[in-house]
DNA sequence: AATATTCTAGAATATTATTCTAGTCAAGCA
DNA sequence: TGCTTGACTAGAATAATATTCTAGAATATT
């Protein structure tokens, strides 16, 4: 398989395109899509109001190329944590700690990708969904052995990701919402150990 | 406690209010709160411009005023599905029934509530925080004897929301997004007994 | 009934997204 | 070097749409 082509920094990389991306970022977190307007991002931008729209076209399309960015980077970063563990526990661990992890990094675009899908409009549904179905595909296979060989359990498949990420994905909504105090460390300590339980055959039994 | 006032039906109640959230769930729903404009409001509710301003003062006022009815309406249902259960194993199993149920039932308020959050502008934030925290202690009263008497794990406080509901929240939007066809009854029935696994003290002597 | 208050209407206005025309700039090439 | 092409940028002009305003109808209150 090819390997994916590296993410860009678009906070680093000094293109125009980037910083235009970087600038609606900032004004979209501090305003909200909606009420941030051209104008705010074209000043933070430096960019003028026809370069934005021969980069992006629509105001919806900025929104839907840093929400691709974002989506990218964020499963890299989960992908690269759960692949090559030696064993089940640990390769959970590693995906939950990636995703709790990249979300206290990147706060602003981890509550972009996070609570604003809609927002992007369904015009980009379609390949929104199968950029994150390839992802997500990657992973399955990551964990396909450990319930082959009985260690993980059995269940309809589409249950896995809910199983797998949604108590994390909630808690960082929270911790992003600043709804929830307790610390990133300690949640993927505790949030690993339930997720092992809900989704190992006989936990308890393990060593 | 004084009993909450019942929450009326936005879809069968009369008045203009109500017309007009319910013609703005409808038409959010089909292009988007972003997309969605005043004139389509009002051509769908009947209502004149200045009716909907006089209500809801802006157009992101209906939405938040759509969210709180939302809110309410989820939550009236979960609490009352949890209140007076016999067992934990029973509350949890009522909590998560009562959240996929509701979500099949309502998919477009479901929708919104779920995936439009920040779209509503930090504005109202507060107001929603408020009114969610109010709602979730009271369910939070609700379980306290169960882990008091060393049924469920006692967990930083914080855990206890994303490991109860996060992996029916996180199915729930998969599927109301169509992303996943598993039957809510299956759902509901591998997802409680997970969560029950993640949050018992030693859910496989319990009989 | 008289008055006040809430609600409705739709035209007028202001804001903001988007389009358009005219360039600039860098890369390739004769 | 000078020419050509295509990607990019600029900002004024336009169009779409949110919001305000004034006036009047309906409803409640005394």
């Given at each position: 398989?090819?390997?994916?082509?590296?993410?860009?920094?678009?906070?680093?990389?000094?293109?125009?395109?980037?910083?235009?991306?970087?600038?609606?970022?900032?004004?979209?977190?501090?305003?909200?899509?909606?009420?941030?307007?051209?104008?705010?991002?074209?000043?933070?931008?430096?960019?003028?109001?026809?370069?934005?729209?021969?980069?992006?076209?629509?105001?919806?399309?900025?929104?839907?190329?840093?929400?691709?960015?974002?989506?990218?980077?964020?499963?890299?970063?989960?992908?690269?944590?759960?692949?090559?563990?030696?064993?089940?526990?640990?390769?959970?661990?590693?995906?939950?700690?990636?995703?709790?992890?990249?979300?206290?990094?990147?706060?602003?675009?981890?509550?972009?990708?996070?609570?604003?899908?809609?927002?992007?409009?369904?015009?980009?549904?379609?390949?929104i969904r199968q950029r994150t179905a390839a992802h997500f595909k990657t992973l399955f296979e990551l964990l396909k052995p450990w319930f082959k060989q009985?260690?993980?359990?059995?269940?309809?498949?589409?249950?896995?990701?809910?199983?797998?990420?949604?108590?994390?994905?909630?808690?960082?909504?929270?911790?992003?919402?600043?709804?929830?105090?307790?610390?990133?460390?300690?949640?993927?300590?505790?949030?690993?150990?339930?997720?092992?339980?809900?989704?190992?055959?006989?936990?308890?039994?393990?060593?």
């Amino acid at each position: 398989m090819p390997a994916p082509p590296p993410v860009i920094d678009i906070e680093t990389s000094p293109d125009r395109k980037s910083a235009i991306l970087a600038a609606a970022l900032a004004v979209f977190s501090e305003k909200g899509i909606e009420a941030a307007t051209i104008e705010d991002v074209r000043q933070r931008s430096q960019a003028s109001v026809g370069s934005i729209y021969h980069h992006f076209g629509t105001k919806e399309g900025i929104a839907a190329a840093l929400f691709a960015h974002g989506i990218d980077d964020y499963w890299a970063r989960l992908i690269a944590s759960a692949a090559g563990k030696a064993s089940a526990e640990r390769t959970i661990h590693g995906l939950i700690a990636a995703h709790i992890g990249w979300i206290a990094e990147k706060p602003d675009l981890a509550r972009f990708l996070f609570s604003r899908r809609q927002a992007v409009g369904q015009a980009y549904d379609e390949a929104i969904r199968q950029r994150t179905a390839a992802h997500f595909k990657t992973l399955f296979e990551l964990l396909k052995p450990w319930f082959k060989q009985g260690v993980l359990r059995r269940l309809p498949a589409g249950l896995y990701a809910p199983l797998l990420m949604g108590p994390a994905q909630e808690y960082s909504r929270q911790w992003l919402g600043g709804r929830i105090d307790i610390e990133p460390r300690v949640a993927i300590r505790e949030l690993s150990q339930a997720a092992w339980r809900s989704l190992a055959v006989d936990p308890d039994r393990r060593d």
